[in-house]
């Protein structure tokens, strides 16, 4: 006699269906982490909190060097995980989870309590300007990973925009107490905030080779490098970071400038070539 099948389960339609993605053979998601640059990323995220935490405090001089210190770390477990060989899909999204607080949250409550607090509702909108920003920073470069060119950044990076208002409290930590002194604070929130989600480019720095030889010259710059830092750190830090963002402004409006020259130094050779008089100069008498 033949064998009689077993019956089919009557609840199996109301089981989930299941994607072809997730019945692929052998597919199995790796369970835990790479250590080192993990580490890194939590030192990261702890310096936020920190900086949040004395901010609170109202300890500004202690709060802001935290996002300085998130910021050396930041580059470290990027640059560890590379050289190590143990980068991972989970460590870029921790290192952005942790961008998010470091140099979105962290500065943003940090000039609040710094400047903004005394423009009420206006001043902690403004800070949330720039943890909005942040975010869309953050989460516009994790998508154009790798379809961009790599010596630029689009956009102001999150850690160079959180250094304005950070090397700023650091170099004055008094903070403003009146609507009038917390007016020029909003400048110094909202031009980084909308410079992040802008289209403009900022040099990375990521062509610069560490393992190459060089001039021993080089090593002396980076002597007088730390020794300013030792001498004058307040002063220095406001300058590199006012610096950078002002150099990238500068070589945006040059390029606009000489994109501007040159389509119409082409219009002119255009109209010469064709025997047309040229329209735009102006030496045209009218009789």
Excluded at 121 to 134: D, H, S, T
Excluded at 207 to 234: H, T, W
């Amino acid at each position: 006699m033949p064998e009689e099948k077993p019956p089919r389960p009557r609840l199996r339609m109301l089981r989930p269906l299941r994607r072809s993605s997730d019945r692929r053979a052998g597919r199995r998601f790796r369970r835990g982490v790479y250590l080192l640059p993990s580490m890194f990323t939590m030192g990261n995220l702890f310096c936020g909190y920190a900086c949040i935490v004395y901010a609170m405090r109202g300890e500004f001089a202690i709060a802001a060097p935290f996002i300085g210190f998130a910021m050396v770390l930041d580059m470290l477990d990027g640059r560890i995980a590379r050289m190590t060989g143990s980068t991972s899909d989970f460590g870029i999204e921790l290192d952005s989870l942790a961008d998010v607080v470091s140099f979105g949250m962290a500065p943003a409550i940090l000039s609040f309590a710094w400047g903004l607090q005394p423009l009420g509702r206006l001043g902690w909108a403004v800070g949330f300007l720039f943890v909005a920003a942040a975010a869309l920073r953050l989460a516009r470069f994790n998508v154009q990973v790798g379809s961009v060119d790599k010596r630029y950044f689009v956009g102001m990076p999150s850690p160079a925009a959180a250094a304005v208002p950070a090397a700023t409290v650091f170099a004055y930590p008094y903070g403003f107490t009146t609507n009038t002194e917390a007016l020029p604070v909003i400048a110094m929130v909202i031009v980084p905030a909308l410079l992040m989600v802008s289209t403009v480019r900022f040099r990375s720095f990521k062509q610069f080779d560490l393992q190459s030889r060089r001039n021993y010259s080089v090593l002396l710059l980076v002597a007088v490098g730390i020794a300013l830092i030792a001498a004058q750190p307040e002063y220095l830090l406001v300058v590199l970071a006012y610096g950078y963002l002002g150099f990238a402004l500068f070589e945006f409006a040059w390029s606009r400038l000489r994109r501007r020259h040159g389509s119409q130094e082409e219009h002119h050779d255009d109209a010469a070539a064709e025997g047309k008089p040229d329209t735009d100069t102006k030496d045209t008498k009218v009789i």
